[in-house]
């Protein structure tokens, strides 16, 4: 019964490498977020999704692409991939986007990605 | 620019009292938002805050004052599983989340 899934857990590839991560939630939100946190620890926000409709893009490279084939489901493509790409890519779900406690974040297990 | 500012680390010994603070500077004020985050784990939500004052949650407590842009998380009778970072978010006025860096809390016997 988890609430925020993501696959793979773990992922190690080559630089120049395509790969995706996935992400489900079965909370019934209509909001859902990709976070990327490297090694300082500092959460950094890319995408944020509400109802399969894009609603935050923060200057990430168009390297990163989101899809979202329904609420419950946002994908991170990575084309591409670098060096700088490895950190841990969190996913995460809330109930609304319009303030108050519907706002709270519930997050998936962390994808860590390794780029070698 | 917005601005979320924490301890990057404190050290408290089990079984006392920690207060871990927060600052910020954002366009606008929708709610702050404190999380927990064990090494190589998620953030966990702790508490939401959008009036002034006291939010009691068990052993942990939260704070806010708009008016100086500040909150506190108040943490009690401190156990080792306590040992993790915690995380000040701020929701501004388009209702987007800005993240402080997180206070790393180390316990001690």
């Known amino acids: 019964d988890t609430a925020v899934s993501q696959t793979p857990k773990y992922l190690v590839t080559q630089m120049g490498n395509d790969k995706s991560i996935k992400c489900e939630q079965n909370?019934?939100?209509?909001?859902m977020y990709w976070y990327k946190q490297d090694s300082k620890k500092f959460l950094k926000i890319m995408f944020s999704y509400n109802n399969k409709e894009l609603i935050i893009n923060e200057t990430v490279p168009n390297r990163f692409s989101p899809k979202s084939p329904d609420k419950a489901h946002l994908n991170l493509h990575i084309n591409s991939l670098e060096l700088g790409d490895s950190a841990v890519y969190f996913c995460a779900s809330s109930q609304g986007t319009s303030g108050g406690d519907l706002e709270t974040q519930y997050f998936g297990p962390g994808t860590r990605l390794l780029v070698l | 620019g917005q601005n979320i500012d924490q301890p990057t680390e404190m050290t408290a010994t089990e079984g006392a009292i920690v207060q871990i603070n927060c600052t910020y500077q954002?366009?606008?004020?929708?709610?702050l938002f404190w999380y927990q985050q064990h090494a190589g784990e998620a953030p966990t939500f702790l508490s939401y805050?959008?009036l002034d004052g006291l939010e009691e949650k068990g052993r942990f407590s939260s704070f806010l004052s708009r008016s100086k842009g500040y909150s506190y998380l108040l943490l009690k009778e401190l156990q080792m599983k306590d040992s993790a970072s915690y995380l000040c978010a701020v929701m501004d006025s388009n209702y987007q989340l800005i993240w402080g860096a997180g206070t790393k809390l180390i316990i001690k016997p």
């Open positions: 954002t366009s606008g004020f929708n709610g």
């Open positions: 909370l019934g939100h209509d909001t």
């Open positions: 805050n959008v």
